[in-house]
């Protein structure tokens, strides 16, 4: 079980760079479900089955499905890979390398100076599982869940049309009474004093 470990943490870490190097964002949604699912196999083969097929199921599954709706939504085609071609270049990888490779020196110095822990060779069955998520960690569950509900008002409001956010502004009508016009109530005569033969 240590050997399927070893080579799941490897595809993984190889997959999520892939996924970050991608210009195409198909390509790299590809890639990025080839690292969810290693991480899967990492999981059972740490001994905890139902972890793994939370992943495959929620993330690699459900998650995975809407980022691909999302791109095919969006339509991005060639224009968009050259202009993430044009921001990525140059100077702009010199932060994030620097900061990446500060992190894997601190990794690599820890692994080497710890005794490795042996991997558990019990099963972690769902009781266990979550008396550990709704019980010591029940603070970490609810504030990740708030976190999630934040991301998701603001992936809203940044998602909603543009003709929609300006629709949604106070105008006057013709009698100078301030009516909210709702978009459509306008365009239909809704509101407005017919006008004068």
Same mark, same amino acid.
């Given at each position: ?5 070893? *080579? ?18 198909? =390509? ?8 969810? +699912? ?24 459900? *998650? ?38 500060? +992190? ?5 110095? +820890? ?12 099963? *972690? ?37 543009? =003709? ?34």
């Amino acid at each position: 079980m240590e050997a399927a470990f070893y *080579i799941a943490g490897i595809v993984a870490i190889v997959s999520t760079v892939l996924t970050i190097s991608r210009l195409n964002a198909v =390509h790299a949604l590809l890639y990025l479900i080839v690292s969810l +699912l290693a991480v899967a196999v990492a999981f059972y083969a740490m001994g905890a089955p139902l972890v793994a097929a939370l992943e495959v199921i929620v993330y690699a599954g459900a *998650i995975m499905v809407l980022f691909v709706f999302v791109v095919m939504m969006l339509n991005l085609g060639k224009r968009a890979a050259i202009a993430e071609g044009q921001w990525m270049q140059g100077s702009i990888w010199v932060g994030p390398v620097l900061l990446s490779a500060v +992190l894997i020196a601190e990794v690599v110095y +820890l692994i080497l100076r710890a005794r490795l822990p042996e991997i558990a060779v019990g099963v *972690i069955d769902p009781k266990q599982v979550g008396l550990a998520l709704y019980g010591p960690y029940l603070i970490g569950v609810e504030l990740a869940s708030m976190l999630l509900l934040g991301a998701l008002v603001g992936a809203c409001h940044l998602g909603r049309p543009v =003709h929609e956010k300006t629709e949604a502004r106070y105008d006057r009508n013709s009698d100078g009474a301030r009516a909210h016009s709702g978009g459509n109530l306008i365009r239909a005569g809704i509101g407005r004093t017919p006008d004068a033969p």
